[in-house]
């Protein structure tokens, strides 16, 4: 068993760098098999889990899979031959479910089990499957635990999504993309993501326009080919470590990030009383004073990201004041509120509304990490509080944060990885 312990209390100085985009990576990673031919995937997050999964699927599958350098990949799907997908291989990840809509755009049929991922309240796939029957795909779900979807061929329809869906979004795209004819889907995800696996798809010699909008249209071909792409950096990631500038007190340039994907966040940050300064492809993050309150909602593309919701709420945890946190995307998003209380949080959960009455110090506890970014909200306030913190279950937070006690590390966090005996494994009974 694993744990991160941080001692907390120290200001965060200097550089960070950023790593490719995990949301993007799971979608373009099962992308590369619509084409039989040659992608070299580059700017990929290669040594998080949540990746790493997804290429075990892809070699699962007959993909060839070769480490190029520490963060580029070359997928070679000329030799894929299976459509099925087990349980053992979507356990792990919500994103596996991207595979229906790439083996579906590929053979015409899939058979995939159910995925896994962050509990964050119930995660329906209706809007994955109105689509995918849409274009002409029979689909069924088998004891709630197998999707199978087949069709003789794709066509291209118009498709209305009832809910703003990127995994839908996302999976629409990937089957469309080979279907005949013109696919519209209307009320569509505008994550940087989607506009992210749109560029991807058209290097590839795919017709997708309007991605980053609400209506996308894909125009299908059966001709896609091999190419060389750059994932983009990850907005959430970039976002993480802004917070963790702040709430630290610290003063950190976050590098390879795109400013414009950081809005919403740097605003919310700016109304604390943080400093923040924009650059190219840099952004620089300072907060000299307490940090005040505000108020959060949060929302699809361009709102502010329910995956920055715990991190923010640490930082509110020690405004001064009361702010409050509405979330609409999620049903269960604020599990890790317990956690906090841990710490000496004062915050009052109701429904989907979260009340913080800041405090002026966090004090180190034993904590857990109930989901990926419920983990990096017990980062940034181990980082911030006063004495020692140890996180368990670290795995979420592997899933999505590259070298994170390194690049902590460097900055100047007292945080460190420890192995300690599971009291539950037999082996180590003593
Ligand atoms: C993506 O999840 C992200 N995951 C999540 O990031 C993120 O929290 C979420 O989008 C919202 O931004 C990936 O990109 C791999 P949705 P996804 O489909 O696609 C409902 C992280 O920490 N819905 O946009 O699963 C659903 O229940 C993760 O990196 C339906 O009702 O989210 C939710 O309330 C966790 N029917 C809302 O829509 C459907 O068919 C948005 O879900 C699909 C979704």
């Known amino acids: 068993m694993e744990k991160y312990v941080i001692n907390g209390g120290v200001p965060l100085h200097g550089e960070i760098t950023v790593s490719g985009a995990k949301n993007a990576a799971l979608a373009i990673i099962p992308a590369a098999i619509l084409c039989q031919d040659v992608c070299t995937i580059e700017n990929l997050p290669v040594s998080i889990s949540d990746v790493r999964y997804m290429i075990a699927t892809l070699r699962h599958i007959g993909a060839t899979v070769r480490y190029v350098d520490k963060s580029t990949i070359e997928i070679d799907s000329r030799k894929v031959n299976s459509y099925v997908i087990s349980h053992d291989m979507t356990k792990h990840l919500r994103a596996s479910y991207y595979f229906i809509g790439a083996l579906l755009g590929r053979f015409g049929r899939a058979r995939v089990a159910m995925p896994g991922g962050c509990y964050l309240g119930p995660r329906p796939i209706d809007q994955h499957i109105k689509g995918f029957e849409a274009l002409g795909a029979r689909v069924s779900v088998e004891e709630n635990a197998i999707v199978e979807a087949d069709s003789e061929s794709l066509f291209g ?190 915050i009052t959960v109701d429904g989907q509304l979260a009340m913080i009455h800041g405090v002026e110090q966090l004090k180190g506890a034993p904590v857990k990490a109930d989901d990926l970014r419920a983990g990096a909200a017990m980062i940034i306030a181990g980082l911030a509080a006063q004495g020692r913190t140890e996180i368990e279950d670290i795995m979420h937070i592997r899933r999505g944060y590259e070298n994170v006690v390194e690049k902590i590390s460097n900055i100047g966090g007292d945080i460190r990885m420890v192995y300690c005996i599971d009291p539950l494994d037999i082996n180590n009974a003593g």
């Open 157 to 346: 329809n118009p498709i209305y999504l009832d809910i703003v869906s990127v995994g839908a979004t996302v999976n629409i795209m990937l089957a469309a993309a080979r279907a005949e004819g013109m696919t519209i889907i209307e009320n569509a995800a505008k994550e940087p993501h989607i506009v992210d696996l749109a560029n991807f798809l058209n290097s590839m010699g795919a017709d997708v326009r309007g991605a980053g909008t609400d209506v996308i249209k894909i125009r299908g071909t059966e001709n896609l080919h091999g190419c060389t792409y750059s994932i983009i950096p990850d907005q959430i990631e970039a976002g993480t470590y802004m917070v963790a500038a702040a709430a630290t007190k610290g003063n950190v340039l976050i590098k390879n990030v795109i400013p414009k994907h950081l809005e919403s966040i740097s605003t919310k940050l700016i109304e604390c009383g943080a400093d923040v300064t924009e650059y190219d492809d840099a952004i620089r993050v300072s907060m000299e004073k307490r940090p005040g309150k505000c108020n959060i909602k949060t929302m699809p593309h361009p709102g502010f990201p329910t995956d920055m919701q715990p991190q923010m709420a640490v930082l509110l945890a020690l405004a001064e004041g009361t702010s409050v946190i509405s979330e609409s995307i999620w049903s269960n998003r604020f599990r890790y509120t317990e956690q906090l209380a841990r710490m000496g949080a004062d």
